[in-house]
């Protein structure tokens, strides 16, 4: 009967370290995230090596108290003779955000926007931005 026991404890151990492998395994990019990754200076940010992301300055922004100062502004280039959008520049804030509501932009179609229905996907668009 203590040997059936052992045995019948033993295999519960071991379907316990499987299940907490296979949550661990499942789990690992997640796990992967919270390691700390090095942080680089403006001054020695590395080539591109495939890597999605790399961090800069610990991920703290240094901003200055003029940096605060500056007035909102928007600037944007002229079509070009093919009518595309080129270059825009700006220093956004809450004076720069609309103060009413936004009205159909159905007609807008900017330069490389595709849009495509989808007949197996609710709202028929896959990327449906909020109105």
């Not at 492998?21 to 700390?36: E, W």
């Not at 940010?45 to 922004?61: A, L, M, Q, S």
């Amino acid at each position: 009967m203590a040997k059936r026991k052992a045995k019948k404890q033993n295999y519960i151990n071991y379907l316990l370290i499987l299940i907490l492998f296979t949550l661990l395994y499942s789990a690992k990019d997640d796990l992967l995230k919270i390691i700390p990754q090095k942080s680089y200076a403006l001054t020695e940010i590395p080539e591109y090596n495939g890597t999605d992301y790399i961090i800069i300055n610990n991920n703290n922004p240094d901003f200055t108290d003029e940096d605060y100062k500056l007035k909102s502004f928007e600037s944007y280039s002229e079509l070009d003779y093919l009518k595309r959008c080129g270059v825009a520049f700006a220093n956004v804030s809450k004076e720069t955000m609309p103060n009413e509501e936004r009205g159909n932009i159905g007609m807008i179609k900017p330069s490389g926007w595709h849009t495509i229905k989808y007949d197996n996907i609710n709202g028929l668009y896959l990327y449906n931005r909020c109105k």
